[in-house]
């Protein structure tokens, strides 16, 4: 599944409030229009943080360049390689609930682009049959889901420049935890966007730590 969906309908019904992932599939309109339209950006200050503005504050963290995101205890960490580039298409925590992953994009400086990429999101996970649900959160709009067995929580946050995604995936039965150890990974990531200029939505780019590059490559030629 993509990360970026189809257009947003600019039609819809009723739509539903509550979060809760067992809940029947909803409209986002009304969540939508329960948004600030002069507030696009999250007025959150204590994470995600900015690289420039932040301060060292002894937490583990994982360099992928991009993102330094957070691994809790007993957590661990997996890469997902693109078999055609043989580059890096994601970078997973995964922890008792479920696994994680942090992605950071280009943004407009007035924010606003997870509200939009969050529409089409919805949408996409409509069209895959999942059930899915619009809640809101500490950063503002939220996306719950279910496919199958599987539960999904989406959260987003803008910054000027630069939006971070975050979302899990586990059991049903760890949904009422996992959205609280997503929210707790999503604040505490490190975002740094870099100086160059670059189109909107455009992922920003995932290198890995020297040891674990090796440590694949090794594993690569071993077959």
């Known amino acids: 599944m993509g990360i970026f969906g ?75 390689m693109d078999p055609e580039t043989q580059g890096v298409r994601a970078v997973h925590v995964v922890t008792e609930q ?17 509200r939009e990429v969050s529409a089409e999101l919805a949408d ?7 059930k899915v649900t619009l809640g809101r959160g500490k950063w503002g709009l939220e996306i719950s889901a279910i496919i199958g067995d599987v539960a999904l929580r989406f959260v987003g946050v803008d910054r000027p420049r630069w939006m971070l995604r975050g979302v899990i995936a586990g059991p049903q039965s760890e949904a009422a935890g996992a959205v609280e150890v997503l929210r707790e990974i999503v604040r505490r990531t490190i975002v740094d966007r870099g ?29």
């Open 6 to 80: 189809r257009k947003r309908r600019t039609e819809g019904g009723s739509a539903g409030r509550h979060a809760a992932p067992e809940a029947e599939d909803t409209i986002e309109d009304e969540a939508y229009e329960d948004e600030d339209e002069g507030a696009e950006l999250s007025d959150v200050t204590d994470g995600p943080y900015d690289v420039a503005d932040f301060e060292d504050d002894g937490v583990p963290r994982i360099d992928l360049g991009s993102v330094k995101v957070p691994v809790p205890d007993g957590s661990q960490v997996q890469v997902e």
């Open 124 to 130: 996409q996970l409509r069209a895959d049959g999942a």
């Open 195 to 223: 100086d160059a200029p670059m189109p909107v939505r455009t992922p920003l780019t995932i290198t890995l730590p020297d040891a674990v590059a090796e440590h694949i490559a090794a594993q690569q030629q071993q077959g």
């Open 98 to 114: 479920g696994q994680i992953t942090v992605s950071a994009y280009a943004a407009p400086r007035s924010g606003g682009l997870w």
